[in-house]
């Protein structure tokens, strides 16, 4: 008896000054650092700041009191709990443009768990190192290639216009939705090559439904939105995955001095051709991120552009000048007879101008959320390994110290500023590694949308208002009623 004793003393007595090293270890690099821990609350148990926080997504006129308030009290850089999640957030450029910048060694992603689960482990969003790399290099290199640029921008046009004859006849539009059926039928074209019909109808269904779950409460049972969202994707992986096996079969038997000539119809033939070196892309890496590549298609781009006719609609002078320019571009094409390339809609500074202000003020991506992998210090603040840390973009976007009068909607700062793609302070696509790889694309079809819509109608906007949360959007989808111009 009194052997096992000294055993138990002996296990306590090593537990313990294991525990007292390690204790010191972390103290110790802690204090090597001399960054200063993020002050804040975490509010009410379990709840946290949550109430709060959602509270001021729904405040049209101060979307950021929530931030506001906890930076007067904490200073930029605070802690809090929102969503379930203890966060240190970042209302500062510069400690966002770290954030961004060091993926992999220093922060990985980190969604709420309803993200988590409908993505997966290979979707791009969650993916790290070397396939992440591959992934994200092979879809902007196609999307950014001017070749490819040349011929999208005809089908673009058509999309738009086609549409856009619809609508005289109609006593209400709604333009959010409207927006959504071009915006995703030329998102599943620049994927997978599909057309209107019957596919293409069933596949929006499915991903309107798969869609839905992205921000929900994280229950899977049947009868839950995850549930539901899940069993869709479930779906249209097999919807998708067939296209690819049928590519992939075309591409096998295709003779072998034909393989890889010319550049890639759409995105799924770019992955295809280049994923003969390691790390090799699954197909069902390859139909998961074909999926999660139509997001755009649905949400972030057609609330952009229903954004910037808001806008517009309140900011007569500069829908003036915007009608000037576009209306001058029309012209010189209507004499010329030559028909429109994708380099013609870039080059209209203003509408340029407008959909920069546009993206700025609509933070249609409002925050980044990432977790860091070990102890690092940022700007004088310690991040501990572990921590979940909430980049606010739309902070950066709206200070006062960044931009004057940031709550104006006002196209000519960036004549000052000018509208540079990458800036610490201009972070509507993100930043770093994760960089939007479709961000030229959206600018092109932000462009050529406003051209074909201000050149066609006059329109009056019944009242409606902005909400930030759970997403950016418009409360009532901007319902319009157009004119056509004689």
């Given at each position: 008896?009194?052997?096992?004793?000294?055993?138990?003393?002996?296990?306590?007595?090593?537990?313990?000054?294991?525990?007292?090293?390690?204790?010191?270890k972390?103290?110790?690099?802690?204090?090597?650092?001399?960054?200063?821990?993020p002050?804040?609350?975490?509010g009410?148990?379990?709840?946290?700041?949550t109430?709060?926080?959602?509270?001021?997504?729904?405040?049209?006129?101060?979307?950021?009191i929530?931030?506001?308030?906890?930076?007067?009290?904490?200073?930029?850089?605070?802690?809090t709990?929102?969503?379930?999640?203890?966060v240190i957030?970042?209302?500062?450029?510069?400690?966002?443009?770290?954030?961004?910048?060091?993926?992999?060694?220093?922060?990985?992603?980190?969604?709420?768990k309803s993200?988590?689960e409908?993505?997966?482990?290979?979707s791009i969003?969650?993916?790290?190192?070397?396939?992440?790399?591959?992934?994200?290099?092979?879809?902007?290199?196609?999307?950014?290639?001017?070749l490819?640029?040349?011929?999208?921008?005809?089908?673009?046009?058509?999309?738009?216009?086609?549409?856009?004859?619809?609508?005289h006849?109609?006593?209400?539009?709604?333009?959010?939705?409207?927006?959504?059926?071009?915006?995703?039928?030329?998102?599943?074209?620049?994927?997978?090559?599909?057309?209107p019909?019957?596919?293409?109808?069933?596949?929006?269904?499915?991903?309107?439904?798969?869609?839905?779950g992205?921000i929900c409460?994280?229950?899977?049972?049947?009868?839950t939105?995850?549930?539901?969202?899940?069993?869709a994707?479930?779906?249209?992986?097999?919807?998708?995955?067939r296209?690819i096996?049928e590519?992939q079969r075309?591409?096998?038997?295709?003779?072998?001095?034909e393989?890889g000539a010319?550049?890639?119809?759409?995105?799924?033939?770019?992955l295809?051709?280049?994923?003969?070196?390691e790390?090799?892309?699954?197909?069902?890496?390859i139909?998961?991120?074909?999926?999660?590549?139509?997001?755009?298609?649905?949400?972030t781009?057609?609330?952009?552009?229903?954004?910037?006719?808001?806008?517009?609609?309140?900011?007569?002078?500069?829908?003036?000048k915007?009608?000037?320019?576009?209306?001058?571009?029309?012209?010189?094409?209507?004499?010329?007879g030559n028909?429109y390339?994708?380099?013609?809609?870039?080059?209209l500074?203003?509408?340029q101008?407008?959909?920069?202000?546009?993206l700025?003020?609509?933070?249609?991506?409002n925050?980044?959320?990432?977790?860091?992998v070990?102890d690092?210090?940022?700007?004088g603040?310690?991040?501990?390994?572990?921590a979940?840390?909430?980049?606010?973009?739309?902070?950066?976007?709206?200070?006062?110290?960044?931009?004057?009068?940031?709550?104006?909607?006002?196209?000519?700062?960036?004549?000052?500023n000018?509208?540079?793609?990458?800036?610490?302070?201009?972070?509507?696509f993100?930043?770093?590694?994760?960089?939007?790889?479709?961000?030229?694309l959206?600018r092109?079809?932000?462009s050529?949308?406003?051209?074909?819509?201000?050149?066609?109608?006059?329109?009056?906007?019944?009242?409606?208002?902005?909400?930030?949360?759970?997403?950016?959007?418009?409360?009532?989808?901007?319902?319009?009623?157009?004119?056509a111009?004689?």
């Amino acid at each position: 008896m009194e052997y096992w004793k000294w055993i138990i003393v002996m296990m306590v007595v090593i537990i313990s000054s294991v525990w007292v090293v390690i204790g010191k270890k972390k103290r110790k690099s802690i204090k090597l650092m001399k960054g200063k821990s993020p002050k804040g609350s975490k509010g009410w148990p379990f709840v946290g700041e949550t109430f709060d926080f959602i509270a001021s997504g729904y405040g049209a006129s101060q979307p950021l009191i929530f931030m506001e308030k906890r930076k007067s009290l904490y200073g930029s850089v605070f802690k809090t709990s929102i969503l379930g999640s203890d966060v240190i957030v970042s209302t500062e450029a510069e400690m966002n443009k770290v954030i961004l910048q060091n993926q992999g060694n220093v922060f990985i992603p980190a969604y709420p768990k309803s993200i988590h689960e409908l993505m997966g482990e290979n979707s791009i969003l969650q993916m790290n190192g070397n396939l992440h790399r591959k992934l994200h290099s092979l879809i902007g290199n196609f999307l950014r290639s001017p070749l490819f640029k040349s011929r999208i921008t005809p089908h673009i046009q058509r999309s738009v216009t086609h549409r856009l004859a619809t609508w005289h006849s109609q006593p209400i539009i709604y333009l959010q939705d409207e927006v959504k059926n071009i915006t995703f039928s030329i998102l599943v074209n620049v994927l997978m090559s599909i057309g209107p019909g019957e596919e293409l109808e069933l596949l929006k269904r499915e991903f309107q439904e798969f869609i839905k779950g992205l921000i929900c409460l994280p229950i899977n049972f049947p009868g839950t939105t995850l549930y539901k969202s899940l069993k869709a994707k479930e779906r249209m992986v097999k919807m998708v995955g067939r296209i690819i096996e049928e590519r992939q079969r075309q591409n096998n038997n295709s003779e072998s001095e034909e393989k890889g000539a010319g550049a890639a119809n759409d995105v799924v033939e770019a992955l295809l051709r280049d994923n003969n070196e390691e790390p090799k892309l699954s197909l069902e890496t390859i139909s998961g991120n074909i999926i999660e590549m139509m997001i755009p298609g649905e949400e972030t781009l057609p609330t952009a552009i229903t954004m910037s006719v808001h806008f517009l609609t309140h900011s007569p002078l500069a829908l003036a000048k915007l009608l000037e320019e576009n209306m001058e571009l029309k012209r010189q094409k209507a004499e010329s007879g030559n028909a429109y390339a994708w380099t013609d809609y870039m080059s209209l500074s203003f509408t340029q101008n407008v959909i920069s202000e546009t993206l700025r003020l609509a933070n249609i991506v409002n925050a980044i959320w990432r977790k860091a992998v070990k102890d690092v210090e940022i700007k004088g603040y310690l991040i501990p390994k572990g921590a979940c840390v909430v980049a606010s973009l739309m902070s950066v976007h709206m200070d006062t110290m960044n931009y004057e009068n940031p709550f104006e909607f006002d196209p000519w700062r960036w004549e000052k500023n000018g509208a540079v793609a990458s800036n610490n302070r201009f972070t509507p696509f993100g930043g770093g590694q994760r960089l939007c790889p479709g961000l030229e694309l959206s600018r092109l079809e932000l462009s050529i949308f406003l051209h074909h819509f201000v050149t066609t109608y006059r329109w009056e906007a019944e009242k409606d208002e902005i909400i930030y949360f759970p997403t950016v959007k418009m409360r009532r989808k901007l319902p319009i009623r157009v004119k056509a111009i004689n």
